[in-house]
């Protein structure tokens, strides 16, 4: 997911962006250029190195023909300088949201921002400036460092893979036709709309068809969704859909309970409330006794 660039990679990536930007301006004899601040900076001197003359960095917005930034990510800087500054050319030297782009959907560390660590730090002292907090008093030296680590562990899920974590068994599955259940498996994950906390549980059932797991590997395949940025709804829906997928169970059942920060915290600000979603597949779906034995077991 991470991709470091060497001084090369920029240099090489300023050449091509300084000749995107003359073709625009094939008639001129030099274009002025802006960078966006902060990451725009060193790429506009870069392309200005690149383009030997033909284009000149400019000191404000107002006077230059094009923006530049190091990347363009999810598009909210690009909007907002082309909403502030209409009809003006912006030219990154990466785009993150071009799918055939083979930047697409990394971790982009520049030169200047010398490790993905740094780099990540860097912007969690901006959030706790922007804030209201001073970053550099004593409490808060380590904070940036603590933030960039505890989040690498709640995120972990992005790196694991289902199949890794389902170890099926064909021994021992012998009759054994009846419902498998482990109930209250702790959830810990974070809502994608605000990136506040989720906690909860889950129950995960299946029904075996020649085949079974080891019991903790129930807890691990919920912790590998988990540990993602989610909505309840897709999380529920994933851990059902990879246990159909791997261990190709008669049926499947999983119901997680879920207290939503993003809901008690902020907003309406309401506590003692549980969000509660299930998933069904085979039998516990489709038999109606079989999905009334689970949901009574499940609660």
């Not at 603590?146 to 064909?170: H, I, M, S, T």
């Not at 969000?275 to 779906?285: F, I, M």
Request: hydrophobic residues 40%; glycine residues 8%.
């Amino acid at each position: 997911m991470k991709k470091l660039l060497t001084n090369g990679d920029v240099k090489q990536l300023a050449g091509i962006a300084a000749d995107r930007i003359m073709s625009f301006f094939p008639k001129s004899g030099y274009v002025k250029i802006y960078g966006v601040p902060r990451g725009g900076i060193p790429a506009a001197y870069a392309i200005e190195a690149s383009a030997k003359g033909k284009i000149v960095v400019v000191n404000t917005p107002e006077e230059a023909e094009c923006f530049v930034d190091d990347l363009i990510d999810s598009g909210t800087t690009m909007r907002k300088w082309s909403d502030d500054y209409p009809g003006k050319l912006f030219i990154p030297l990466i785009d993150k949201t071009d799918v055939e782009s083979p930047f697409f959907n990394k971790w982009i560390v520049f030169p200047w921002e010398a490790t993905a660590e740094s780099s990540i730090e860097d912007n969690i002292i901006r959030l706790l400036q922007y804030v209201g907090e001073d970053a550099t008093r004593e409490g808060l030296l380590e904070t940036p460092r603590r933030v960039a680590k505890a989040w690498a562990f709640w995120c972990q899920g992005y790196g694991q893979n289902p199949a890794d974590v389902l170890k099926v068994f064909e021994d021992g599955a012998e009759r054994c036709d009846e419902m498998v259940m482990v109930r209250d498996i702790p959830i810990y994950s974070h809502c994608e709309h605000h990136l506040a906390a989720i906690i909860g549980t889950a129950t995960i059932a299946y029904i075996p068809d020649g085949k079974i797991v080891g019991l903790s590997k129930l807890s691990r395949l919920a912790n590998v969704f988990a540990r993602r940025l989610q909505v309840q709804e897709r999380l529920t829906n994933q851990i059902a859909d990879a246990l159909d997928e791997h261990l190709k169970p008669r049926g499947v059942g999983v119901v997680i309970k879920a207290r939503h920060l993003c809901m008690e915290s902020r907003g309406v600000c309401q506590q003692g409330h549980d969000t509660v979603t299930s998933a069904l597949r085979g039998v516990l779906r489709d038999d109606a006794s079989a999905r009334a034995e689970f949901l009574s077991l499940a609660k």
